[in-house]
């Protein structure tokens, strides 16, 4: 099992173009989130999915959409990229309720944006 | 609200212990622990469900302060391969499945 893997690992983006980060999972999980991870932040919660076809906000929602269209897939889109998107992106996926069961993240997209 | 982590930072010998703690304003229902290897994914360490439950792995182990809304863990007998950014994640109870992050505990183990 390859687990999460997310593409690209890395990119560089000018302010205002857009891109699309995939996140795969193989391990059949209804979860998915997007985090991203600023220093002396911390993992911010981006948004989530609790299902095919469903996907809800978190704490930073802003100049992101999100779509699951496939239980194995999770997408993360900027419409229109500013230097403040700059971060590191991670994907993670679990079962159920975070209580019940860990989250597995995948290794990250660095994203630059100039 | 995002949980807090003491200390920012810690430096210790092989062999040496140290404790991270995690704290919350709101009330928790789980506090989970990862830790996280410069330039990779954060990997689990453990669940710790409300009841004031105590766990451990390996020789790293931790408690949960339900009254108190906080969470510790302890690092014994260090190794060098416990060096790394260790972060504490809490879910609070109108809030499931969703976790909220400490901005994380930077611990380097020396020779």
């Known amino acids: 099992n390859a687990g999460v893997t997310q593409t690209p690992k890395f990119r560089v983006l000018k302010t205002g173009q857009s891109m699309t980060l995939l996140c795969a999972q193989d391990m059949n999980h209804e979860y998915m989130y997007w985090y991203r991870q600023d220093p002396g932040m911390g993992l911010r919660l981006i948004h989530y999915?609790?299902?095919?076809?469903?996907?809800a906000k978190g704490e930073v929602p802003d100049g992101y959409n999100v779509s699951r269209l496939k239980k194995q897939n999770f997408l993360l889109g900027l419409e229109s990229a500013a230097p403040s998107q700059t971060s590191v992106y991670f994907c993670?996926?679990?079962?159920?309720?975070?209580?019940?069961?860990?989250?597995?993240f995948g290794p990250g997209t660095r994203l630059l944006v100039l | 609200q995002q949980p807090v982590q003491s200390p920012q930072a810690v430096i210790l010998r092989e062999g040496e212990d140290a404790v991270i703690n995690c704290s919350s304003s709101?009330?928790?229902?789980?506090v989970h622990w990862y830790r996280q290897k410069h330039g990779e994914a954060p990997v689990f360490l453990m669940i710790l469900l409300k009841g004031g439950e105590q766990k451990g792995h390996d020789k790293i182990s931790a408690s949960f302060n339900e009254k108190k809304q906080q969470s510790s863990l302890y690092l014994t007998a260090s190794q060098l391969s416990y060096s790394g950014t260790y972060f504490c994640g809490t879910e609070i109870a109108d809030s499931w499945g969703k976790l909220q992050f400490g901005a994380g505990t930077q611990v380097v183990v020396t020779p």
């Open positions: 993670a996926s679990g079962v159920g309720l975070a209580a019940q069961e860990t989250q597995y």
């Open positions: 709101k009330a928790l229902y789980s």
């Open positions: 999915s609790v299902g095919e076809g469903t996907t």
